[in-house]
């Protein structure tokens, strides 16, 4: 089955404490990116990914590293985890070839810095 | 700059009633708009597709249309049922040089009451 599998689906965690979510596509895209959502801003972009190795930044990464060493893994890391941080995250993923590109989203994972 | 503008931010219908969401757009130059249906605490999934000449496009019960020239779509509901109790996120993808070129809207939270 074609998915985005992220992990974990919950995490609580104390602030300066560093941090990784997971996250794996298996349908062979290129394309990955991050995004939070908070109430009242919807989905904004963390960082991205055009391919392996290549990142770069959407339109709050402050305080967020990625790594893209393999095609179909992009973690996220939270290296001093504050509790602005603190909201639910969604990985995703798409095709490259040709202008529709459908996101495929993860499940989410809901993090809490206390 | 880039914009997405959803109206309303909520609405709530009572069951088998149908509705209409809105998405204006300032994305240019266009090349595509996405909507999403997202349960709570779940990630976004497709519904249609829509690109510059198509005005109009149907998933069962939901129908999507698009007029590039007032840079406005909708998203019409009929026979609403209590599952379409969701957020429905509306997403522009221009052509522009940015690598990513996706901006999203902050959804319209609908709720569908027995």
């Known amino acids: 089955e074609a998915q985005v599998t992220q992990n974990p689906r919950y995490l609580i965690t104390v602030t300066g404490k560093k941090l990784t979510v997971t996250c794996s596509q298996n349908m062979n895209h290129e394309y990955m990116s991050w995004y939070r959502q908070d109430p009242g801003l919807g989905l904004r972009q963390i960082y991205y990914?055009?391919?392996?190795?290549?990142?770069d930044k959407g339109d709050v990464p402050e305080g967020y590293k990625v790594s893209r060493k393999e095609k179909r893994n992009f973690p996220l890391i939270l290296e001093s985890p504050s509790p602005n941080q603190t909201s639910l995250y969604f990985c995703a993923s798409r095709t490259t070839n040709g202008g529709a590109g459908k996101l495929f989203f993860g499940s989410g994972t809901q993090l809490s810095v206390l | 700059k880039n914009q997405v503008e959803q109206s309303p931010q909520s609405l709530i219908i009572l069951e088998g009633k149908n509705c209409t969401l809105q998405?204006?757009?300032?994305?240019?130059?266009?090349?595509?708009l996405r909507w999403y249906k997202q349960d709570t605490g779940r990630g976004p999934v497709s519904l249609t597709i829509?690109?510059?000449?198509?005005n109009t496009k149907s998933n069962g019960r939901y129908t999507a249309t698009l007029d590039a020239d007032t840079k406005q779509s909708s998203l019409h509901i009929t026979a609403s049922q209590l599952s379409d109790s969701a957020s429905y996120i509306c997403?522009?993808?221009?052509?522009?040089?940015?690598?990513?070129?996706?901006?999203f809207g902050k959804g319209t939270h609908l709720i569908i009451q027995p």
């Open positions: 829509m690109t510059f000449s198509e």
């Open positions: 990914s055009m391919n392996v190795e290549v990142t």
């Open positions: 997403v522009v993808r221009d052509l522009g040089g940015g690598a990513d070129g996706l901006t």
């Open positions: 998405c204006n757009y300032t994305v240019s130059p266009f090349s595509n």
